[in-house]
T-cell receptor, first 113, second 114 residues
Framework: GQQLNQSPQSMFIQEGEDVSMNCTSS?????WLWYKQEPGEGPVLLIA?????ELTSNGRLTAQFGITRKDSFLNISASIPSDVGIYFCAGQLIKAAGNKLTFGGGTRVLVKP | EAGVVQSPRYKIIEKKQPVAFWCNPI?????LYWYRQNLGQGPELLIRYENEEAVDDSQLPKDRFSAERLKGVDSTLKIQPAELGDSAVYLCASSLKTSTGELFFGEGSRLTVL
C-alpha cells in the first residue's frame, strides 16, 4: 500500500530558528495536508494543499505541494516554544480507495535543552 | 461549536476482555472515521462511515473488531477479545466532505491491555 516517509523523525528547535521537514511518497497524491498533534490530543489540521506546485502559508507556517505530486514540505519560521509537537503529513488520492487519507509517521519537534 | 467527543479517555483492561469506545462527531458531519495510532506512529484508518454505511473497512481486523453507526450520528468501536497488541490510542474523526481531506479529530481513547 501507499507509504509516506517523513524526515527528520525528530528535531530540536531553539526559539527563533526556522525549521523544515518533508514528506515523500512512492505514489502520487491529489491532496497533501499537514497536521499537528500535541500530547493527549488528536491531530489538528494546519495546512491543506490541493494543486501541484502550490505554496500556502498559515501564519509562520509555509507548506508546498511538490511538482511531482509525490512530496511536500513544511517550514516553520521563527519557532516558538509552543511549536513543540508531532507534525504529520497526510496524502489523499481522490476517488481511489474511497478518498483514503494516508498519514506519515510524524516529525517530533522538541525544544533544545 | 462542540468538537468530536470520545469516551472513555483512558481504559486499562486485561487481555481477552472486551472493550468499547464511543464517538460523537461534529454536528452535520456525515463522514466518520476510526483510526488507530500506535506509539510513535501516525494514525492508521480502521473504518470509514458515510452516514450509516461502512464504505471502507478493509483495515479493520474483523475477527475481533466491530463497529457500528446505527443512526448515522454517533458510533461505537468494539474489541472482543482484546490482545496485548491492541494497546494504542483509538482516534475518532469526522469531516464534512471527504474530498478535502480535512478531518476533525477527537482527543482519542488510550487503551492499555495488560
Amino acid at each position: 500500500g501507499q507509504q509516506l516517509n517523513q524526515s527528520p523523525q525528530s528535531m530540536f528547535i531553539q526559539e527563533g530558528e526556522d525549521v523544515s521537514m518533508n514528506c515523500t511518497s512512492s505514489s502520487i497524491f491529489n491532496t497533501w495536508l499537514w497536521y499537528k498533534q500535541e500530547p493527549g490530543e488528536g491531530p489538528v489540521l494546519l495546512i491543506a494543499l490541493y494543486k501541484a506546485g502550490e505554496l500556502t502559508s498559515n501564519g509562520r507556517l509555509t507548506a508546498q505541494f511538490g511538482i511531482t505530486r509525490k512530496d511536500s514540505f513544511l517550514n516553520i519560521s521563527a519557532s516558538i516554544p509552543s511549536d513543540v509537537g508531532i507534525y504529520f503529513c497526510a496524502g489523499q488520492l481522490i476517488k481511489a480507495a474511497g478518498n483514503k487519507l494516508t498519514f506519515g509517521g510524524g516529525t517530533r519537534v522538541l525544544v533544545k535543552p | 461549536e462542540a468538537g468530536v467527543v470520545q469516551s472513555p479517555r483512558y481504559k486499562i483492561i486485561e487481555k481477552k476482555q472486551p472493550v468499547a469506545f464511543w464517538c460523537n462527531p461534529i454536528s452535520g458531519h456525515n463522514t466518520l472515521y476510526w483510526y488507530r495510532q500506535n506509539l510513535g506512529q501516525g494514525p492508521e484508518l480502521l473504518i470509514r462511515y458515510e452516514n450509516e454505511e461502512a464504505v471502507d473497512d478493509s483495515q479493520l481486523p474483523k475477527d475481533r473488531f466491530s463497529a457500528e453507526r446505527l443512526k448515522g450520528v454517533d458510533s461505537t468501536l468494539k474489541i472482543q477479545p482484546a490482545e496485548l497488541g491492541d494497546s494504542a490510542v483509538y482516534l475518532c474523526a469526522s469531516s464534512l466532505k471527504t474530498s478535502t481531506g480535512e478531518l476533525f479529530f477527537g482527543e482519542g481513547s488510550r487503551l492499555t491491555v495488560l
